[in-house]
């Protein structure tokens, strides 16, 4: 079952995952449409292309815009899970070796103690993110099944996987667990909001280059004060 | 019934079919027909798969559900944080629901989506600057409001506003000739005070094309006036186009972008007829949004921008100022703590922030800033035409509380508001929870006041000649 799911579940998975998000961004891109958005993309210059990066670096930062230094909790949360989830599958040196075996190739990997920290980080914001959408009023209204199924699943991968790599117990079916449950928010990713994961810097440039374009960046600047 | 005899999918073109909707006194026959109006699908799926394109569809899609918009949305906050004024939720359960079902709603679905579109946003964009993916409720509630007047659920108001720029050309039944007839009274009656006094008509090569808001010929006359003043201290060469006048665009709070189009037409072949070299906009917030911001792009120019620089009458003036065209007399500065209204449309949505601290460095004493101003200003809460439309009138005055705390909270004893929609909101929201200390004010009767006028504008003493 591992060799199946380390093997060529991983490839397909990667590749439905790799495929589907480009394939979202090219689509993300022709859909655009300057007199519909009444945005000037042709026309963009320098600025847009300034407004687009700031838009996305300051929303990357943690505290980096007003939206996230008026949201203490959230912010925190968002911040520990996203760097969890973004920070794991990419520079784990367990995940490293795992993918220079699969694929030839690796990215480098950080000390396995500091991997560790981001892990417990990103299950610790996953609990904060989850206890939010359970308490505020306004965002349990807003809370879809979707919702939760989607981040249990993340927090599943999450936990599987220090399970599996402090081997706390069961330890093949942690990590048999623990790669089903990452190869299916990779192959979710493409037809569910998970989308973001790509969608997130193509709406959050788009914007910026709403703002830097046609909204002020003219008198302004091009970089919206987010 | 398909269709009604005043609620219908048909815009109104006439003046006629405008003076009988108008005739329906609050919209009575016409909300009831609207109940029994069908939905026409095959024309909404055929609007939404023209015009609902990626960027909309993505936003709905990858909406995390966070409501991190909440706290930012001023309705929300005004209604003890009812979490369906939530933007989020608004938007998904309106245009989010009708392209989940790729248009197949039924009346009540639309008649919901436009309570929601109309009553419960103004577009004001501030939940823009708070999602983290960068989804822009404000400017998705604009396009619903589009697909909804497609379909002729509008409310009553807007459908006439609409009308009149189709009828008119202006959003109030101003003529060419009231509009010129106008234009000469306030200028022999402004010659009593400045005798050279002229409100040049249709000059060709000025510096200046001025244009403005219909309810000014209309209801304030002396605000053109002071206009006209100030230019003429200011000695700028300037003029008034007897066509093309009007800049704003109950059209835009509508969501009839033909009318749109053809309103910001009227004023740049007016440009082309008078060849200024810029047009000076006066004190109005969504007139500027729909003329200088939106506005090119529904003439069809692809660069975004007007034939000509479009100034709000903000940056005009804080460049008179600067320029020292325009001189404040130091002793007649406001004296009284004073704080300004930032309209959405010019400082949020056009970035003239840095012109309007400039002029409230020069014109006050006693400065005092709202704790969320500039980018991040709160709606006044009467803007996008959600004055004029009495079917939401509670929804409004419960959202104007917001404006009134912030006011309370800056100590302030007088409201600057160079825009007319806020100015109408904070004159009603004085009036709606009874507030007798706070007074408020476009900029023009202001600078007219303080300005040092030069003695050869004066009346010249007849005893003295």
Redesign the interface.
Same mark, same amino acid.
């Given at each position: 079952m591992i060799e199946l799911l380390s093997g060529p579940l991983f490839k397909i998975s990667l590749l439905v995952f790799t495929v589907g998000l480009i394939f979202r961004l090219v689509? /993300?891109?022709?859909?655009?449409?300057?007199?519909? +958005? #009444?945005? !000037?993309y042709?026309?963009m210059g320098k600025a847009g292309v300034i407004g687009a990066i700031w838009?996305v670096l300051t929303?990357i930062l943690p505290f980096g815009t007003?939206?996230?230094r008026?949201?203490g909790f !959230?912010t925190i949360a968002?911040f520990f899970f996203h760097l969890g989830v973004v920070i794991c599958p990419l520079f784990l040196a367990g995940h490293m070796v795992f993918m220079k075996d699969a694929l030839g190739f690796s990215f480098p990997s950080l000390p396995v103690a500091v991997g560790d920290v981001f892990a417990m980080l990103g299950v610790l914001g996953g609990v904060m993110l989850l206890a939010r959408r359970i308490t505020?009023?306004?965002?349990r209204?807003?809370? %879809?099944r979707k919702?939760i199924a989607l981040l249990a699943l993340c927090l599943l991968t999450l936990v599987t996987g220090m399970v599996a790599r402090f081997d706390l117990f069961a330890y093949d079916f942690m990590l048999g667990l623990h790669m089903l449950s990452g190869e299916l928010i990779l192959i979710l990713a493409p037809f569910t909001?998970l989308?973001?994961m790509a969608?997130?810097f !193509?709406? #959050?440039?788009?914007?910026?280059i709403?703002f830097a374009? &046609? #909204?002020?960046?003219?008198? #302004?600047?091009p970089a919206?004060?987010? | 019934m398909p269709e009604g005899i005043l609620c219908n999918r048909k815009p109104i073109n006439t003046e006629e079919d405008l003076k009988r909707l108008l005739a329906d006194k609050g919209g009575k026959q016409y909300y009831e027909e609207m109940k029994n109006m069908e939905v026409d699908v095959r024309a909404l799926q055929n609007t939404l798969e023209k015009?609902c &394109?990626?960027?909309t569809?993505?936003?709905l *899609? =990858?909406?995390?559900?966070?409501?991190?918009c909440? %706290?930012?949305c001023f309705f929300?906050k005004a209604n003890n944080?009812d979490? *369906?004024q939530?933007p989020?939720?608004k938007i998904?359960t309106t245009l989010g629901e009708m392209v989940r079902r790729n248009g197949k709603v039924d009346t009540e679905f639309m008649i919901r989506a436009m309570d929601i579109a109309w009553g419960k946003c103004t577009c004001c964009n501030r939940c $823009?600057? /708070?999602?983290?993916?960068? =989804? %822009?409720v404000g400017v998705m509630m604009s396009y619903l409001r589009g697909v909804l007047y497609s379909q002729g659920f509008c409310p009553w108001e807007m459908k006439i506003g609409a009308g009149m720029h189709r009828v008119y050309r202006a959003q109030m039944d101003v003529t060419t000739e009231d509009w010129v007839d106008t234009c000469q009274w306030m200028e022999e009656e402004g010659q009593e005070q400045i005798p050279s006094l002229e409100i040049p008509i249709d000059k060709e090569d000025c510096d200046i094309m001025y244009v403005l808001n219909a309810r000014e010929p209309k209801i304030y006359p002396d605000d053109v006036q002071a206009a006209a003043m100030l230019f003429h201290i200011a000695g700028e060469k300037w003029t008034v186009p007897s066509e093309g006048w009007e800049n704003t665009s109950l059209a835009m709070f509508a969501g009839d972008w033909q009318a749109c189009a053809d309103n910001v037409k009227a004023m740049y072949s007016a440009i082309e007829r008078l060849r200024p070299k810029m047009v000076v906009e006066t004190e109005c917030g969504h007139a500027h949004r729909a003329s200088a911001? *939106?506005g090119p /792009?529904?003439a069809?120019q +692809?660069?975004? &921008?007007a034939p000509v620089p479009y100034l709000h009458y903000v +940056?005009w003036l804080a460049n008179a100022i600067r320029d020292g065209k325009i001189k404040i007399d130091p002793a007649k500065k406001i004296k009284e703590p004073c704080t300004l209204q930032d309209s959405c449309n010019y400082i949020?949505?056009? $970035?003239?922030? &840095?012109?309007t601290r400039y002029i409230m460095s020069q014109i006050a004493e006693d400065f005092r800033e709202m704790e969320e101003h500039?980018?991040?200003n709160y709606c006044c809460g009467g803007g996008g035409g959600m004055n004029g439309i009495g079917r939401y009138r509670e929804e409004r005055d419960r959202g104007l509380f917001m404006k009134l705390q912030q006011i309370r909270e800056t100590g302030a004893t007088l409201v600057i508001s160079p825009c007319h929609n806020c100015w109408d909101a904070i004159r009603d929201t004085m009036e709606v929870y009874e507030v007798h200390d706070i007074k408020w004010s476009f900029l023009k009767p202001l600078i007219l006041d303080m300005c040092i006028i030069p003695d050869h504008l004066k009346p010249q003493d007849e005893d003295e000649e």
């Open positions: 689509q /993300y891109v022709r859909g655009l449409d300057w007199r519909l +958005e #009444r945005v !000037a042709s026309h838009s929303w007003r939206g996230w008026t949201q !959230a968002f505020l009023p306004q965002v209204f807003l809370t %879809d919702d909001k989308s973001h969608l997130f !193509a709406s #959050r440039a788009q914007l910026g709403d374009v &046609k #909204r002020g960046g003219a008198s #302004r600047g919206f004060p987010w | 015009t &394109k990626s960027r569809r993505t936003w *899609e =990858i909406c995390a559900h966070c409501s991190l909440a %706290d930012s929300y944080r979490v *369906e939530t989020s939720y998904n $823009g600057n /708070y999602c983290p993916h960068g =989804i %822009d911001v *939106e /792009y529904w069809g +692809e660069d975004g &921008k +940056e949020r949505n056009h $970035g003239l922030e &840095k012109h500039g980018a991040h």
